[in-house]
């Protein structure tokens, strides 16, 4: 199953082709015959990842160079700072690998392809049975049980518009509507368009990213902040694929009347982690250094649209009951991820309509925002892939934008797609400029504000997780929690004036049903409805729009737990 969460293409403006067919080949396209070689018997240091790589891992992380006293020796001061800013301590996990046992590992003649100090293991290239004979009778090297082993069969998997208003001082174009469906053109008025915010994208090859006019204004503004690959080092990730160009571009690129990003101003780190030429455990790998790398340089989100189940080798896959949090290697590490105080977004996967059907790794971490996809009018996609977790927790956790989701195109213009690759950056990248308005807040409060301003957070199911979140909502969530906040205390109805959304915010979580009434100024009640009890409820949301409600000013009266709120409220 190929872990792309790759979008499918619909539509390009003013031009008369079809890009369908034009791009299925580059996208979908290509038969990789690949062989294992060597073999390693029971009890063995290794586990093989993919054909001559190997995933070994360590004992402990004796006689290191590096102190937890120091971590400038291994963070930069950003990243110290999101530590200290949420209270995270520094564990051992955050110490490099032991330098002696890489030196050691070296010496054998094995190449050193990756490292985690996360999972305290090195990943090597080798073809030789010695040199893995002697690397395994390294006293430091941590000895494991079996290794998946199988055949390598060849598979290849694949996964009208909402009238909302927009502030057009963006010129957002017919782009608008991605960001508005999430009230995110709100916080963008606001001034929050996720500045001073960074974003690591871990994605494959970032395809005319150097040249693109969709994204000039990130360069001339030093907006990427660099770029890294775990595949191939070195390698020009800018002639790669077009699978991150497109994803970056929902969430910064600006082409003025056509597309605006979702978080337009916020800044870059563009890693690649994602081999398309072929399907291995070694992928999970990357990621998690790839990952580390994004925590050590201060990203304060990780956006990812890969996913992982199925391999080229049977013998490695994972099953649906790995998909329980605690198994794969990608999972586990996008949870440590989470820990270290950053907010990880992935794609829930595009297997919906397939026999699979359910999310893959690592949307089934319980810290990461796993994102299904919609379209326009609110209804999810057929290949968005649904939950639960193996462990029957709800996934995805929430919806975002990916049918018909606009984006740039390989050339100077924009098209559409489908995809949960596409729902994802949506979701990044007003996650970015949430977290601008509210940058005292934990990653931890940014993730559970926005599950919460979700419309389904009091009735969750596995096709939309909580709903489609609210970003505007989410903000006031937030602002509400911060200490001496003018909202304390206060009934919040929200907005006011209002058109037909009404969200009335509890002073403190309810447990109680609760009981609304609105009252023209002659005193005559024009509106009543009782909402069920809800334990931990802060919040609900009133729909005026089947209502027979007139523009003017009315009173609003909401009981719940014996207290009694009285507002007035403007409808335009």
Known sequence: MKSLMKPIFLHRRDVKVNFFTCIHTILFGGIFNLCLSGTVSAQTA?????????????????????????????LSEKAIARRNNQAIPLEENDLPVTPAYIDSIRSTGARIVN?????????????????????????????????????????????????VDTIQEFNYGVSGWQSAIHNGHILHSMGYTGKGITIAQLDAGYYHVDRLPAFSSMWMNDQILGTHDFVQPGSNLFEGHTHGMVVLSIMGGILPGELIGTSPDASFWLLRSEDTGSEYPIEEDNWASAAEFADS?????????????????????????????NTARITRAADIASSKGMVVVTSAGNLGASNWRYISAPADADS???????????????????????????????????????MADFTSGIRQG?????????????????WQANRSATARQIVQAVKESSDRYAQPDYDYGYGIPDFSLAHVLLEREEPGSPLEGKMLVYPNPF??????????????????????????????????????????????DNTILSTGVYILKTVTGGRSDISKIIRF
Request: aromatic share 12%.
């Open 46 to 74: 290794f586990e093989q990842t993919a054909p001559r790589r190997y995933y070994i891992e360590f004992t402990d992380k004796n006689n290191s160079p590096y102190s937890l006293s120091d971590p400038g020796m291994f």
């Open 499 to 544: 058109r037909s959304e009404l969200y009335l915010v509890f002073p403190a979580p309810v447990d109680d049903e609760v009981d609304v009434s609105l009252f023209d100024l002659t005193g005559k009640e024009v509106f009543h409805t009782i909402f069920s009890a809800f334990a931990g409820r802060k919040y609900i949301n009133i729909d005026f």
């Open 368 to 406: 990461v925002l796993a994102v299904g996809a919609i379209d326009a009018n609110g209804y999810v996609g057929d290949f968005s892939s649904r939950g639960p977790t193996a462990d029957l927790r709800v996934k995805p956790d929430i919806v975002g934008i990916g049918k018909g989701t606009w």
């Open 418 to 434: 489908n995809g949960t690759s596409l729902s994802a950056p949506v979701i990044t990248g007003l996650v970015a400029c949430l």
């Open 297 to 325: 340089v201060g990203a304060d989100v990780i956006n990812t649209s890969l996913g992982y189940s199925q391999f080229d080798d049977d013998g490695m896959n994972l099953s649906y009951s790995d998909m329980n949090g």
């Open 115 to 163: 490292l985690s100090k996360w999972f305290n293991a090195v990943t090597v290239e080798t073809d030789s049975d010695t040199v893995l004979s002697r690397i395994n009778n390294f006293t430091f090297v941590r000895k494991n049980g079996t290794q998946k082993s199988g055949s390598l069969p060849i598979r290849s998997h694949r996964g009208g518009i909402l009238e």
